[in-house]
């Protein structure tokens, strides 16, 4: 018998690590400088793959060739946990959801105080996206009409949802299971 409150969890990767620590990821990221995972391992083991060939590009444009690992870690998450946590979920890609998406791609600061954010991933796309929408209005505060534009841009409903742990209490939570390299 399945515990249906107990999610699997998965992170692409090219880093080798044990433990969790929030704060090494990137910043301007969808939701902010986290740790990302999401609920399709398929979509896990793209992004790693990703993130091998730029690492592998950066070396080259100095001349150097390295081998990157690709790896993709698997989590349990139990969702009862998040009774006790300050969890924000987006249910649809909507205004509310873009401009928070904005908010944190453009910033290198923390931008909220969620220790979870649950919601659509935005394409690869993101950051040219919201750049030029931005450049269009001038700085000006982005219309209803600029927003729909802008998540028609960055195609959120074609990638599985994400969940973002942004506090390291919530990423302890994770309940490690494994990590493989991606073939």
């Known amino acids: 018998m399945s515990n249906s409150n107990i999610i699997t969890l998965y992170h692409g990767s090219i880093y080798e690590f044990d433990a969790i620590d929030v704060t090494r990821g990137r910043a301007n990221k969808d939701f902010g400088r986290g740790f990302y995972t999401s609920r ?12 091998r060939e730029i690492e592998q590009e950066r070396y080259a444009l100095r001349g150097r060739t390295v081998s990157v690992t690709p790896l993709l870690y698997t989590y349990e998450f139990d969702l009862r946990e998040t009774e006790k946590l300050n969890v924000k979920e987006f249910l649809v890609p ?12 453009m910033s290198r600061e923390k931008q909220h105080s969620f220790d979870i954010v649950i919601g659509a991933t ?24 600029a927003i729909d534009a802008l998540i028609a841009l960055v195609e959120p409903n074609n990638l599985p949802a994400q969940f973002f742990f942004g506090s390291q209490h919530a990423a302890d939570l994770l309940q490690f299971k494994g990590r493989r390299i991606i073939r």
């Open 40 to 51: 399709d391992a398929r979509h896990a083991e793209r992004l790693a793959a990703r993130n």
């Open 94 to 105: 909507d205004g509310e959801w873009m401009r928070f998406v904005v908010l944190n791609r």
């Open 122 to 145: 935005a394409n690869d796309n993101t950051r040219v996206s919201i750049q030029t929408v931005l450049s269009a209005a001038g700085g000006q505060v982005l219309t209803e009409k």
